[in-house]
C-alpha cells in the first residue's frame, strides 16, 4: 500500500471506524472541483475536540512525527517527505461542513469533501489572515474555480469575501478572475 | 453546417491552466511530485501553515483578517 493509499484509507475507513469525521481539503479537493495544481502536502480537516483521538490513531498507524500548533497538527512518517496538515474547526462548523459534504472516489476509497461554497469561504478565509503569503495558492484557486464552475463574482464570491476576508481581498480575487478572462 | 463555437477567451484561459486531472490521476500526480519535492520548499510551506493563528469557523465573530 502506498503511502497516499494509507491517508485515503484513513480518511475513508479508519477515522470514521472510530468515530471521527474527517475532510479531505486543500489540493485533492481543489482538484475534486475541477481545478488540478500541485501540492506538497495531504490537508484534513477534523473537530478540535477529536484531535487527541487523531494524533493517536496517526501514531499508530505509523506517522510518529507529530508536531501540535495551535489550530493545526502535522504528521508525518519518517524516512518519507509526506506531511500531512490536520486542520481543526469547532464542532458546530464542522457539522455545518459535514451537512453540506461531497462525496468523492479516490483510489477506491469513497472520501468526503467541503461544499464548493465551503471550500471558497476556507480560502477566502486563509487570504484573509495572510494576503501576501497566502496570494500564490488560494487566490489562484479562488479564481479557478469560480470560472470552472461559472460563478458570478459579485453575486457569489463577494458575500463570502466580506464574510470571512475583506473588501480588498475581494478585490484581489475579482482582478484574478478579471485577469484570467483576458 | 454549424460549428461549435469556442470563445476565444475561453480558449486563451485552457491554455492556462493544466488539464483537469481524475482524482486518480491526481494521487497518481502528486505521489510522483512529493517522490522529488524539495525540502526547502516542503519547510517554506509547513511556515505558511504555521501562521494560521484563528481557526475557520461559521461563528458570526470569525473573520480571516
Known amino acids: ?182 | 453546417m454549424i460549428f461549435p463555437t469556442y470563445s476565444e477567451s475561453a480558449a486563451r484561459y485552457a491554455l492556462r491552466t493544466l488539464p483537469r486531472l481524475s482524482m486518480d490521476e491526481y494521487a497518481e500526480f502528486i505521489e510522483e511530485l512529493l517522490a522529488h519535492a524539495d525540502p526547502v520548499k516542503i519547510a517554506r510551506q509547513k511556515a505558511i501553515e504555521k501562521q494560521i493563528k484563528t481557526p475557520f469557523s461559521f461563528k458570526p465573530e470569525s473573520k480571516g483578517t
Open chain 1, 1 to 182: 500500500m502506498s503511502d497516499l493509499d494509507l491517508i485515503f484509507s484513513l480518511v475513508s475507513e479508519t477515522l470514521p471506524a472510530a468515530g471521527i469525521d474527517c475532510l479531505l481539503i486543500g489540493g485533492f479537493a481543489v482538484n475534486h472541483y475541477g481545478y488540478s495544481r500541485s501540492t506538497l502536502d495531504i490537508d484534513l480537516m477534523i473537530a478540535t475536540e477529536q484531535r487527541d483521538a487523531v494524533r493517536k490513531i496517526m501514531q499508530r498507524e505509523g506517522f510518529t512525527n507529530v508536531a501540535l500548533h495551535d489550530n493545526v497538527m502535522f504528521v508525518h512518517r519518517p524516512g518519507t517527505q509526506w506531511r500531512v496538515d490536520i486542520l481543526q474547526v469547532d464542532r458546530e462548523t464542522m457539522a455545518q461542513l459535514l451537512s453540506r459534504a461531497e462525496h468523492g472516489m479516490v483510489g477506491g476509497k469513497k472520501i468526503r469533501f467541503p461544499a464548493l461554497k465551503d471550500l471558497l469561504a476556507m480560502k477566502f478565509f486563509a487570504l484573509g489572515q495572510n494576503p501576501a503569503r497566502r496570494m500564490g495558492k488560494d487566490l489562484p484557486d479562488i479564481a479557478h474555480l469560480a470560472i470552472h464552475h461559472g460563478l458570478d463574482p459579485e453575486k457569489d464570491l463577494h458575500p463570502l469575501a466580506l464574510r470571512f476576508a475583506s473588501e480588498a481581498v475581494y478585490e484581489l480575487v475579482a482582478n484574478q478572475i478579471g485577469n484570467l478572462r483576458t
